[in-house]
Structures are given as structure tokens and as C-alpha cells.
């Protein structure tokens, strides 16, 4: 079973979190099932660019992003070659290191 890692965020996980996900679930089911809140404004649907994360490892794990995420994510903070839409992402079978950037461009935060 794969491990994900997030690393310490300032507001959504001050001291960093770790557990185990069963493979096929996006990293964003996986954040929010861990009591990692991180944002999604577009309802998981790819339509937006809120659920940024980086993947610190792990990233040749995942499967590549498909044109409609590639569009998002150029509209993201922080954007890296190793960024995904968490809500687009799915768990393979290797653990992940993932970082939750510290801005996204969502301006009607609740």
C-alpha cells in the first residue's frame, strides 16, 4: 500500500501528515480523508487550479496529465515541472512526497 507524505504547510498541515492509501484514489480524496483540507474550489472536476500540489517523489509514478489538467495548471502558483492537480492525480504504487504550495489563485477562500 502505498505512503503519502505531506510535507508541513503554515495553514492546512502545520506539522506535516503521513499515511497509507490504497492505489486509485486521487492525492486531493487521499489529503481530505486525512484530515488535510486542502482546497478545491471546482469540485474535483479539473476546472480550476486550487488543488495544486508538488510532487517531491514519486512523480514518474503517476500517470501523465492529460491536456484539460495541463491547461489548469498553468494558471496555478508556484507552478513546477513536477505540479499536478491533486484532484486529477491518482496514487500508483510508489509512495509520494507531496507539497501543498503556499498560495493558490483562489480568491473566494472560505
Known amino acids: 500500500m502505498p505512503q503519502i507524505t505531506v ?3 503554515e495553514e492546512l498541515c502545520p506539522k506535516g501528515a503521513l499515511f497509507n492509501v490504497e492505489p486509485g484514489i486521487s492525492i486531493c480524496d487521499a489529503l481530505l480523508q486525512h484530515d488535510v483540507e486542502i482546497e478545491h474550489a471546482c469540485a474535483q472536476v479539473s476546472a480550476c487550479s486550487t488543488c495544486h500540489v508538488i510532487l517531491r517523489e514519486g512523480f514518474g509514478s503517476l500517470e501523465p496529465a492529460d491536456e484539460m489538467e495541463e491547461d489548469m495548471l498553468d494558471k496555478a502558483w508556484g507552478l ?6 491533486s484532484c486529477q492525480a491518482l496514487v500508483a504504487d510508489k509512495d509520494l512526497v507531496v507539497e501543498i504550495p503556499k498560495y493558490t489563485i483562489n480568491l473566494a477562500k472560505e
Open 80 to 85: 513546477e515541472p513536477t505540479s499536478r492537480l
Open 7 to 9: 510535507l508541513p504547510h
